[in-house]
């Protein structure tokens, strides 16, 4: 293991800006996997021994640079997001039934989702992707939802609207 490879993924995670699967990082620094870990592992050490703003850190998606959490307060301070009430409205139905079809999410907010969708995707908060499933969009919050609203994970206090139309179909008489 060479401090190159290691600077080399620190500079993938840099620039990628998301979290990577060990896999995708060997396969951009053009190494094997045991070779990625043990950069991986070297980075993170570095970072906590120089006591950095930033970190090496595994989320569920894969491995990410990232801002450590003393410093979310300066991410508040100096980039205020300012989103109306009816986007944060629908970005609230987003984050409490995500994943969520937008065609749902029309049926719950209104046709003011087509406006809210491409901001709230735009500044990062909502991932879109077309669902296999249907003819609609599937839409989810993005980790950059909870960095900035400071929410390690939303409750699951309401079932999902797929939930709720599983129930309802399985509740009509027949």
Not at 37 to 52: F, H, K, P, Q, T
Not at 114 to 135: A, C, I, M
Request: glycine residues 6%.
């Amino acid at each position: 293991m060479t401090i190159a490879t290691a600077t080399k993924i620190e500079a993938i995670l840099y620039l990628k800006g998301k979290p990577l699967s060990l896999g995708e990082i060997a396969e951009y620094a053009a190494c094997d996997r045991a070779t990625a870990a043990e950069g991986i592992i070297e980075l993170m050490d570095n970072y906590a021994r120089r006591e950095s703003a930033l970190e090496v850190v595994e989320t569920p998606d894969g491995y990410s640079l990232q801002l450590r959490s003393d410093f979310y307060d300066l991410v508040q301070t100096l980039i205020p997001v300012e989103l109306g009430v009816g986007a944060l409205r629908t970005l609230a139905a987003i984050a409490l039934n995500s994943p969520i079809l937008q065609t749902d999410l029309i049926n719950l907010r209104g046709s003011g989702v087509y406006q809210h969708v491409p901001e709230l995707v735009e500044l990062g908060f909502v991932r879109k992707r077309r669902d296999n499933e249907s003819r609609s969009f599937s839409l989810q919050i993005t980790p950059k939802f909870h960095q900035y609203f400071q929410i390690e994970q939303l409750p699951q206090v309401f079932p999902t609207l797929r939930q709720e139309q599983q129930l309802e179909l399985e509740l009509e008489p027949t």
